[in-house]
C-alpha cells in the first residue's frame, strides 16, 4: 500500500537560508510523487511532480526535488528562502491503477524568519 | 489563471442536518474529487466521479454522503445527516484527464465546516 511520511511538523528557517523539507514514501508501484504548498486561505497549489522521467525535478518559484529510490525520498528544497515561502507544504502520492487517488502526508508547516 | 472555487468557505450547522458544499472547477476540467482534512490530520481522498458517475470512493464516503454534477459547471459534496466528526476542511479538486497516476489535480480553497 501507498503511504508517504513527512518527517518534520514544523521547520523554521532565516530568509536567505536553505529550506529542506524531508518526505519519504512508500509504494508497491513506480509511484508519481508530487509537492503542494498551502497559503493561509488558498488553495492547495502544485509546486512540482515527478513521474518517472528525471529525478531531480524543478518547480516553481525556485523549489526543486530530488527522487531517490533507493532512499525512498522525495525530499524538497529550495537553495534560499524568501518570506513568501511561508506555508504549509504537503509531499504527495498518486495511488497507481486508481482513478487518481492521492495520499497526502500530513504536512510541514515552514516558517521564515527575517 | 483559471482556478477551482469553493462555496461557502465556512459553514456551521447542527448535527444532524443536511449541509451541501459547492464547488466549480476548471472548466475543461472532466474528472472530479473531494477530499477532506479533519484538524491535525492527513488529507484523505474521499471520491472522484467522471462522466456523471462516481469512479472511485474510500471506505469515509459512506451512504451519508453524495455528490452530483447538477450542471455544466457546478459539483457538489452532499452531506446528509452530519455527525460532529464530520467537523474538517473540504477540499475540491479537478483535473483534466485522469484514471492513472501522475495527472494533476487542482485544488480549490476548501470549505471549513464545523458541526455542532
Known amino acids: 500500500a501507498q503511504s508517504v511520511t513527512q518527517l518534520d511538523s514544523h521547520v523554521s528557517v532565516s530568509e536567505g537560508t536553505p529550506v529542506l523539507l524531508r518526505c519519504n514514501y512508500s509504494?508497491?508501484?513506480?509511484?508519481?510523487l508530487f509537492w503542494y504548498v498551502q497559503h493561509p486561505n488558498k488553495g492547495l497549489q502544485l509546486l512540482l511532480k515527478?513521474?518517472?522521467?528525471?529525478?531531480l525535478v524543478k518547480g516553481i518559484n525556485g523549489f526543486e526535488a530530488e527522487f531517490k529510490k533507493s532512499e525512498t525520498s522525495f525530499h524538497l528544497t529550495k537553495p534560499s528562502a524568501h518570506m513568501s515561502d511561508a506555508a504549509e507544504y504537503f509531499c504527495?502520492?498518486?495511488?497507481?491503477?486508481?482513478?487518481?487517488?492521492?495520499?497526502f502526508g500530513k504536512g510541514t508547516k515552514l516558517s521564515v524568519k527575517p | 489563471e483559471p482556478e477551482v472555487t469553493q462555496t461557502p468557505s465556512h459553514q456551521v450547522t447542527q448535527m444532524g442536518q443536511e449541509v451541501i458544499l459547492r464547488c466549480v472547477p476548471i472548466?475543461?476540467?472532466?474528472?472530479f474529487y473531494w477530499y477532506r482534512q479533519i484538524l491535525g490530520q492527513k488529507v484523505e481522498f474521499l471520491v472522484s466521479?467522471?462522466?456523471?458517475?462516481?469512479?472511485?470512493k474510500s471506505e469515509i464516503f459512506d451512504d451519508q454522503f453524495s455528490v452530483e454534477r447538477p450542471d455544466g459547471s457546478n459539483f457538489t459534496l452532499k452531506i446528509r445527516s452530519t455527525k460532529l466528526e464530520d467537523s474538517a476542511m473540504y477540499f475540491c479538486?479537478?483535473?483534466?484527464?485522469?484514471?492513472?497516476?501522475?495527472?494533476?489535480?487542482?485544488f480549490g480553497p476548501g470549505t471549513r465546516l464545523l458541526v455542532l
Open positions: 509504494s508497491s508501484y513506480s509511484p508519481s
Open positions: 466521479f467522471y462522466n456523471n458517475e462516481i469512479s472511485e
Open positions: 472548466s475543461n476540467h472532466l474528472y
Open positions: 479538486a479537478s483535473s483534466l484527464v485522469g484514471g492513472g497516476a501522475g495527472e494533476t489535480q487542482y
Open positions: 515527478y513521474t518517472s522521467a528525471a529525478t
Open positions: 504527495v502520492v498518486s495511488v497507481g491503477g486508481s482513478q487518481g487517488n492521492l495520499i
